[in-house]
RNA sequence: GACCCCGUAGCUCAGCUGGAUAGAGCAUCUGCCUUCUAAGCAGAGGGUCGGGGGUUCGAGUCCCUCCGGGGUCGCCA
């Protein structure tokens, strides 16, 4: 079905064969043999890199390997010349009925063209956005959100059995915050304390928390308990209540929020329910056992050494061992466990539910953190354990340029519904793969909703539009001809002889490994690039039509003609519709 | 001071895990545009891939080092 990788097998099977034959050496490694698309189009359709890999332990030089292997090649079905270039590369010219039976294949499949093996059913756990819930959403979340679940369905798409998975900060200090500052708003409800005392406590920072966001929920705790709480001075009584209380409507909220976004997780994990299960303790005996904690002191941090540091004794995880840069604590020097601690536990569960291939979503500010949790895995896993930490860099949310303002809601960020509000849901999930995550994003209200080249969405959606367009006027030029997938399939895809035409064909052919590649890279951001490429060459093709009216697409006079040609327009819409479906955005019918 | 990320055309960014003459969009310049779908199209100029070393058939990509920008740095999560 992927062209480059039968070729691949392909010329697997020929080394071999002169492996057998005793022209190359026996056993020799092909895994860095490659057949894959030059970046020039003139230099063919298929190039392999196999004589310059091999010519070194085949003792041997690139040429004459080259020349011995160029013509086995020429002999393969499909190939129909072969020839060196450069140091030694062999470039292949393909039939190009090959790039046809790409068109059929998209044809047959429809959205599952590009759908791979490759998984071959390995668990894979995918945690993302884990936000505290200690208020609404921001546009870092976002970000985060609309990478974690395009990810997981690339991964699905390749052949993974993913697991969604968020991480509920329920059990920190963080959550303390949020109960002490909603008891300010809950005796401001009562009418207690006003808008200024809250203010002032804000400032004094004796709460955390000063959004307009724990209004409702200080609203919806008098309306269950009366004022229970307000004569109750003792913070062990009242907080672990309202902690309990913020946690869930907090956790309401996000929810709200992912779905508003599309974005869904199978499973929720809450740390306080693995601290309450002995979860953490167990991880820790774990690690005591393997002799990987001691209790020491740990040097003072540099650079900005803190006025209040001294030395004392705590309980630390050998992470030094493991290839990070210090050993890191488990226990406070109050005793209690550190976020840490009750990470390691997680990540242990996580290990005991049967994953060995983890992958983190985190922002670019957790990235001091990467190193002491891939350190407890290899700990905890003696090496099995895969996790791989993407980093979301910031996103910077401007209209025509400038910083959009904060919204009040939330005290001090953009939300993630100001976003979707302003744009759509669709244009968030898209634009904020249209960088890789290391990079910083611009989130530009005014750029992402203009129509034109420069808006990659409109650009691509533009594409899509356009195709199902042709088919409105295809309907009613031929109205009795078979424009089902199916029909189509039936075509004569040779009349398809443009070079432009068969520019896109190659285009689609790429799309299964252009899948593959960004799956394996945990990149979807290539995806976006990839139909953006595409949905340019279709458009390239749709203008030389109006410069030369016989490379229309429809041309009345000749049905066989137009009938390839919608099949190639129908290819085209079904692969953007299948990316767009990996970054759960709805393709548009129709331009308005 | 240490660690992580980034540095590619005037600007914003790709570069498919080491391949051939480094690519797009914007901006600039030159033509075209009463159209199956319009919000434009075709082409041109523009580069010491931050600097310097190294690894090898081959480096924007890997290693070392320096420069510049951002992030993080016990008892926050």
Redesign the pocket.
Known sequence: MNIFATLKARIDAVLGDLMAEGALPQGLDLTRVAA?????AA?GDV?T?AA??L??PAGKN?KELAALLVERLKTLPDVVDASI?????I?MKLDDKIWCNALRDVLALGAAYGDGKTGQGEAINVEYVSA?PTGPMHVGHARGAVFGDVLSRLLAKTGFAVTKEYYI?D????VDHVARALRARYLQALGKLSEEDVQGMLQRKEIMYGGDYLIPVAEALKARDGDKWAGVDDENVWIPPLRDFTVAFMMKLVKDDLLALGVHHDVFSS?KALVEAGKVDDALDFLEKAGLTYTGV?EP????T?D?????P?LLFKATQFGD?VDR?LK???GTW???AGDIAYHKDKVDRGFNNLVNVWG????????RVQAALAALTAGKGQLDVK?C?MVKVLNNGEPVKMSKRSGNFVTMRDLIDEVGKDVVRFIMLT??N?????FDYARVTE????NPVFYVQ?GH??G???F??AKDMFPTADLTDPGLAKADFALLKDPDEIGVLRALANWP??VE?AA????P??LA?YMYDLA?QF??L??K???AAEL???QAEDQNVSLARLALVRGVGLVIASGLAVFGVEPVE???
Not at 85 to 89: E, I, N
Not at 451 to 454: L, N, P, Q, T, V
Not at 520 to 523: C, D, G, S, V, W
């Open positions: 894959e698309p030059p970046r020039e230099h190039a890199n310059m890999v010519a070194k690139p270039a450069g140091p030694g590369f470039n505290n900060n059990a920190g200090g963080q740390e740990l941090p540099k650079g900005k803190p209040d540091w001294e030395p004392r705590q840069e604590p406070k020097s109050n550190t976020y840490f670019a500010d957790h990235g001091g953190y990467v190193k980093l860099q960088r890789k290391d990079a910083p994003l611009d129509k034109s080249r420069e533009y539009a356009r199902r367009s042709v409105r006027h490994r252009t590649g394996l890279a945990h990149e951001h290539r690039f340019a458009h390239a749709w203008n039509g109006n410069d229309r697409f429809l129709e331009m308005r």
